[in-house]
């Protein structure tokens, strides 16, 4: 909740912060995209690992209020086996409930075609596949090789073509892997181009475990975009060791336009031992409006969704932006 003053302090600071926006847009708008489209993971990939039952109406407030800020293209959930991950058990009311809005893409993570079938029964706007770009990280994570991976996820893809659902792709460990060190950026193309050539109208390179260096992330996006056009790729940092903005900012100088994130924080890998969560919406969305780029979010409102999750998980923001804010600057 925010107190008359700070609310008052805020305003304040938003509206000189626009002034900003509008000049240093053209400082960077050479090297720059002028727009970027947030995927927002929150609901999906930050709440998956939590250990105590998160209400299905608390989800469906989240989501809402994220759409409410500004966010177009959100993962609301995923229809994967609860006996794997039982926070995603209510993945079909989660849909039922949802206030649809035009202009939203709503997507949900499939990991085969049982949950294809029942996420095209949901009505939502897309699926998303899930690789690996290590075979250790793929067995632990979905028990299964690469290239078993990929079979499993061409029947998806073929009906996904014949039904009119966009399919989006994810490659985890793009640049180490908790178990096998760093990864070759040409493993990281080959999957991602297998993924792109099978249906895939966007890849998403995950940082999984936070250890990658912005020449690290250019290193991967410069190799995965010989085979993948740039406009198609995205990018999935997770903050580790504190690096996840920088490696953005690094993404953005090559092209990237289509950012990853989770409000709050939310998030982690239970396959990735001490990996922290995703990068935070609301430090991402800060930088973007700070370089002068449309994201088309109000950061207030952002922020608003941020606390009011992180009131009901009963714990603070791990957005630095967030904690700012919440100390009225």
């Not at 903050?239 to 924080?265: F, H, K, P, R």
């Not at 700070?290 to 009131?311: E, P, R, T, Y």
Request: aromatic fraction near 6%; charge should be neutral.
């Amino acid at each position: 909740m925010w107190s008359p003053m700070g609310k008052r302090v805020l305003h304040r600071y938003l509206a000189s912060y626009n002034i900003t926006r509008t000049a240093s847009s053209s400082l960077h708008s050479k090297s720059l995209p002028s727009s970027v489209r947030v995927v927002e993971v929150g609901p999906r990939d930050g709440l998956q690992n939590e250990k105590s039952h998160v209400p299905t109406e608390t989800k469906v407030a989240m989501i809402h209020k994220l759409i409410d800020s500004g966010i177009k293209h959100i993962e609301v959930t995923s229809f994967v086996s609860p006996k794997w991950v039982p926070q995603m058990s209510d993945n079909s009311l989660v849909c039922s409930l949802l206030e649809r809005q035009p202009g939203v893409k709503y997507s949900v993570l499939t990991p085969n075609l049982k949950g294809y079938e029942a996420a095209l029964a949901a009505k939502v706007s897309e699926v998303a596949i899930f690789a690996a770009a290590s075979e250790s990280f793929s067995k632990k994570n979905i028990n299964c090789s690469i290239s078993e991976s990929l079979k499993r996820f061409l029947p998806v893809c073929e009906a996904a073509r014949k039904d009119g659902i966009p399919v989006r792709g994810y490659v985890s460990c793009v640049v180490a892997c908790p178990y096998e060190g760093k990864i070759n950026p040409k493993e990281v193309a080959q999957v991602a181009r297998d993924l792109y050539t099978m249906g895939c109208c966007e890849i998403s390179l995950g940082d999984t475990i936070g250890a990658a260096t912005p020449s690290d992330m250019q290193l991967v996006i410069r190799e995965v975009s010989q085979h993948v056009p740039l406009e198609k790729l995205a990018v999935h940092c997770h903050d580790t060791y504190g690096q996840a903005l920088a490696n953005i900012y690094a993404a953005l100088e090559m092209g990237i336009s289509i950012i990853d994130s989770s409000v709050a924080g939310l998030g982690g890998c239970p396959y990735a031992p001490g990996a922290s969560g995703n990068v935070a919406t609301e430090d991402v969305v800060y930088m973007l409006n700070g370089l002068g780029i449309d994201c088309g979010v109000d950061i207030k409102k952002l922020i608003d969704a941020g606390n009011f999750i992180s009131h009901e998980l009963n714990r603070q923001s791990s957005s630095k932006v967030a904690q700012a804010f919440n100390c009225h600057l």
